[in-house]
C-alpha cells in the first residue's frame, strides 16, 4: 500500500496536472497621457556602500533608500546576520520599528538606513545560511567576506541565483586556500566556505565574463588577514562597475597604488551621510513606457551621467530612439532612426532597449556577449521573450539585430519571463498598453530592482492583479 501511494508523486511528468503559476494579470483601462515615474535607488551604489560601512567603525547613514529592490535588500539582511545593525529611518530622520512577521523587510516609510559599523575583520560568522536572494554581486561580495572566517559558512540564492555559473569565485577559493563545497551540473548552489585566505596565496581574477568577481574582493580586503598579491586576467566587462568600487574603495582610504598587492586598509568616511544615487538602468523602462503609450513620463529625477554607470548611453541615444528629453519630461517628438548602441558597460539595458529599437526604428545592439551569463541568457532569452510580443530579434556574437516598425501583439499564453527581473519589468510595460489581458509569469520579479513599478502604473489607470494561474 505505502509503494503504491508513494509512487502517485510525479508533479512534472505525463498526466499529471502540475503546480498552480503566480502571475500578475495587467489590462489598460483606459488610454495613458501622463506617468509620473520615480527611479529606486541605484542598487550597484547601495550595495557596495553597505559592505564598506559595514566594516567600518562608523556610524553611516545611507539616505534616498526609499523604494530599494529586494537585491539591496537581501545585502542589508546578510550583513544583519553578521552582527551588523542597520536602523530604518523616516523622512524626518527618526527610527522606524519593522513590522513583526516582516523582520527583513524596510518599513514603507524608510527613506535612509543608518549602519553600525563593526570594523574591519569585525563581522561575525553567521549562525544560518546567508541567502542573495537575486543578487549575484551581493553574493559574490558575501562569498569573499565568508571566505575570511576559520568557521564553515552557507550561502545560497533563489532558483535563478542557483542556476548561474560561479566558476570564477570557486577558482579564487582554491588560489587562496579557502575549502570550498559547492553543487555541480544545473545548480552550483548553495556553497560551504571555511577559510581563512592562507598566507603567502596570491590571486588571479578573470575578469572577461564579468566585473562582480573584482568587486567582491576588493570589497572584502578590509576583512583580508594580510595582504594578498593579485591581478586582474583577460579582457574586463562592465568596467565602470569595477570602476565605481575602486572609486569607493578609494575614497574609504584604500590604497591601490601598489597594483600587485591587495593591502587590508579600515574604511573611514569623509563625510558619515551618503546619498545614494537613483538606478539609471532602470530609466530604459520609463522611455519604453513613453514609447508604449505614446505619452509624456514625468521622470521624478534623472541621474547624473557621472553616476550612470555606462547607462547614460540611453540618453545620449534619446533622439535616435524618438524620445526627446525636456528637463525631466520625456515624449516621443523625434522620428525614431536605425541605430547601433555599445552595451559593452550597460548590457542590463538589452531586453528594454530591444523592444524600444523593434517599435522604433530598429538597429544593432553589440559589445554584450557577457549578457550571456545574467539571470539568464540575455541573447537568446530576450530574442525568445519579445517573440511573445510578437517582435521580431535575431541574437548576433555579441548582441542583437532588431528590425524597426514592428506592431506589438499580446499573447494568448501565460509571458515567460525566464526569472529575469528586466524581462519582467519590460512584460510589464508592454503588457500595460494592452486592452486585453495579459498574463505575466512571476508575480513579484518587478520587486528585485523596482519594487513600486506596480503602484506606478496603477496611477496611471493600469489594471494589475497578482493571482495563481492554473496551466491545465
Not at 5 to 24: D, F, I, N
Not at 153 to 163: E, F, I, K, P, Q
Not at 379 to 401: K, M, N, P, W
Request: charge should be negative; hydrophobic fraction near 40%; proline fraction near 6%.
Amino acid at each position: 500500500m505505502a509503494k503504491r501511494w508513494v509512487s502517485r508523486w510525479k508533479p512534472t511528468q505525463a498526466g499529471e496536472k502540475g503546480s498552480l503559476v503566480p502571475v500578475l494579470s495587467v489590462k489598460a483601462n483606459s488610454s495613458i497621457e501622463e506617468i509620473q515615474w520615480s527611479l529606486p535607488p541605484s542598487k550597484s551604489h547601495a550595495i557596495r556602500w553597505l559592505a564598506l560601512a559595514a566594516q567600518s567603525k562608523q556610524t553611516i547613514v545611507l539616505e534616498n533608500m526609499a523604494f530599494a529592490g529586494q537585491d539591496t535588500i537581501s545585502m542589508r539582511r546578510c550583513l544583519s546576520q553578521m552582527g551588523v545593525k542597520i536602523t530604518d529611518l523616516n523622512a524626518e530622520g527618526h527610527d522606524l520599528l519593522i513590522p513583526a512577521n516582516n523582520d527583513d523587510q524596510p518599513p514603507a516609510t524608510s527613506v535612509a538606513w543608518r549602519v553600525e559599523g563593526v570594523g574591519a575583520g569585525g563581522l561575525a560568522p553567521p549562525v544560518s545560511v546567508l541567502h542573495a536572494g537575486n543578487s549575484g554581486t551581493a553574493l559574490r561580495i558575501l562569498m569573499a567576506l565568508a571566505a575570511q572566517h576559520h568557521v564553515p559558512v552557507m550561502l545560497d540564492g533563489d532558483a535563478s541565483l542557483r542556476s548561474r555559473s560561479y566558476e570564477t569565485m570557486f577558482a579564487c577559493f582554491a588560489q587562496l586556500g579557502v575549502a570550498c563545497s559547492y553543487g555541480t551540473e544545473h545548480e552550483g548552489l548553495p556553497v560551504l566556505l571555511q577559510g581563512p585566505v592562507v598566507e603567502g596565496a596570491s590571486l588571479s581574477i578573470d575578469a572577461r565574463r564579468s566585473s562582480q568577481p573584482t568587486t567582491a574582493w576588493l570589497l572584502a580586503t578590509p576583512s583580508l588577514p594580510h595582504p594578498v598579491a593579485w591581478s586582474i586576467e583577460g579582457e574586463a566587462v562592465s568596467q565602470r562597475h569595477a570602476m565605481l568600487t575602486r572609486r569607493l574603495c578609494e575614497e574609504t582610504g584604500a590604497d591601490f597604488s601598489d597594483e600587485g598587492a591587495l593591502e587590508p586598509w579600515q574604511p573611514v568616511f569623509q563625510d558619515t551621510t551618503v546619498t545614494v544615487p537613483s538606478d539609471a538602468s532602470m530609466l530604459a523602462f520609463a522611455f519604453l513606457a513613453t514609447r508604449t503609450f505614446g505619452c509624456r513620463v514625468e521622470v521624478e529625477a534623472l541621474p547624473h551621467d557621472s553616476e550612470s554607470l555606462g547607462h547614460e548611453v540611453l540618453v545620449a541615444c534619446a533622439e535616435t530612439l524618438g524620445i526627446s528629453i525636456q528637463g525631466n519630461v520625456l515624449s516621443c517628438s523625434f522620428r525614431p532612426q536605425h541605430t547601433e548602441i555599445d552595451l559593452r558597460d550597460a548590457n542590463d539595458l538589452i531586453t528594454p532597449l530591444a523592444a524600444l529599437m523593434a517599435m522604433g526604428g530598429g538597429g544593432l545592439i553589440t559589445g554584450a556577449p557577457h549578457a550571456a551569463h545574467k539571470e539568464t541568457n540575455r541573447l537568446t532569452g530576450t530574442v525568445a521573450f519579445l517573440s511573445q510580443f510578437g517582435l521580431a530579434t535575431e541574437a548576433t556574437r555579441d548582441g542583437l539585430h532588431v528590425g524597426g516598425g514592428q506592431i506589438l501583439t499580446w499573447p494568448n499564453e501565460v509571458v515567460r519571463t525566464y526569472g529575469d527581473h528586466r524581462m519582467a519589468l519590460t512584460a510589464l510595460v508592454l503588457a500595460s498598453g494592452s486592452e486585453s489581458e495579459v498574463l505575466i509569469e512571476g508575480h513579484d520579479l518587478h520587486a528585485v530592482a523596482d519594487p513600486e513599478a506596480l503602484e506606478r502604473l496603477r496611477r496611471a489607470g493600469v489594471a494589475i492583479n497578482a493571482q495563481l494561474h492554473r496551466p491545465w
